[in-house]
């Protein structure tokens, strides 16, 4: 009797080449990362993406005005250092000077009302003339005191270290109600140093506004935001006052540009 063959019907055990080993793994990674994605959830949405665009557009418009503040700051600081030299021959602390308007003893105006000073020659007059452009609450005021004293006069008074003097007494020949007042009969020289001695007070106080504008705005925000070291703390609002070009050029070299 013939021995029969036993055909084992079940393929001998066989190792995985290295390529399907590698690639097996691979698929398992997958498949777990799958499950925990689908375990864990995927939270993050176009919503989210929208809402930081939104916080970080709001940052850029809230540091952009900051800068704007600055540059404002800047403008009128570097105005007021060139009024100050020019008056330095005049008295020896110059910011310590004030500027009123008074009519009949009584003070009417002040520089913190004076938003422009200008000189000019007036052909017809054949001299010079001041220009004095008030703000919002010293055009009303003028206007009123014009309308109702023509033939009056008004006072211009220095007041330096205590003592005060007339520097200007200019007659009001009509109602003024635009708020720019011409002040003529003037030699070049003269309407030069009336004209400095009103412009460094007004250039003064421009700086203060400036200044007083930046720090509100910047505590406002320095609550919600946390302040890039470019833009200042505070800016002073008394002398001395700080040059802010090297927190300007950091500022442009970021990108704001004007």
């Known amino acids: 009797m013939k021995n029969k063959k036993i055909v084992n019907s079940t393929p001998p055990p066989r190792f995985l080449s290295s390529n399907r080993l590698c690639r097996f793994v691979c698929l398992a990674l997958c498949a777990v990362f799958a499950l925990a994605l689908v375990g864990c959830g995927n939270t993050y949405t176009d919503e989210d993406d929208y809402a930081n665009f939104i916080r970080w557009q709001a940052r850029y418009e809230t540091e952009k005005e900051l800068v704007g503040l600055l540059r404002d700051y800047d403008a009128a600081y570097s105005g007021y250092l060139v009024y100050i030299d020019k008056t330095s021959d005049m008295y020896n602390k110059p910011d310590s000077s004030s500027i009123a308007f008074v009519f009949?003893?009584?003070?009417?105006?002040?520089?913190?009302?004076?938003?422009?000073?200008?000189?000019?020659?007036?052909?017809?007059?054949?001299?010079?003339?001041?220009?004095?452009?008030?703000?919002?609450?010293?055009?009303?005021?003028?206007?009123?005191?014009?309308?109702?004293?023509?033939?009056?006069?008004?006072?211009?008074?220095?007041?330096?270290?205590?003592?005060?003097?007339?520097?200007?007494?200019?007659?009001i020949n009509t109602a003024i109600t635009n708020g720019v007042a011409q002040i003529s009969g003037f030699s070049e020289a003269s309407a030069n140093e009336l004209f400095l001695r009103i412009a460094a007070k007004t250039a003064e106080r421009s700086v203060q506004r400036f200044a007083a504008a930046y720090n509100e705005k910047r505590a406002e925000y320095a609550a919600r935001y946390s302040?890039?070291?470019?833009?200042?703390?505070?800016?002073?609002?008394?002398?001395?006052?700080?040059?802010?070009?090297?927190?300007l050029q950091k500022a442009e070299a970021l990108g704001f540009t004007v």
């Open 104 to 171: 009949e003893g009584r003070t009417v105006l002040t520089d913190e009302n004076i938003k422009l000073v200008q000189t000019s020659f007036d052909a017809a007059s054949d001299g010079y003339v001041v220009t004095v452009t008030f703000d919002s609450v010293g055009t009303a005021i003028f206007a009123d005191l014009t309308a109702n004293h023509i033939g009056g006069t008004i006072e211009i008074i220095e007041t330096h270290n205590g003592n005060s003097s007339v520097i200007s007494s200019p007659y």
């Open 227 to 247: 302040m890039p070291e470019y833009l200042p703390s505070a800016l002073p609002t008394q002398p001395q006052y700080s040059d802010v070009s090297p927190y």
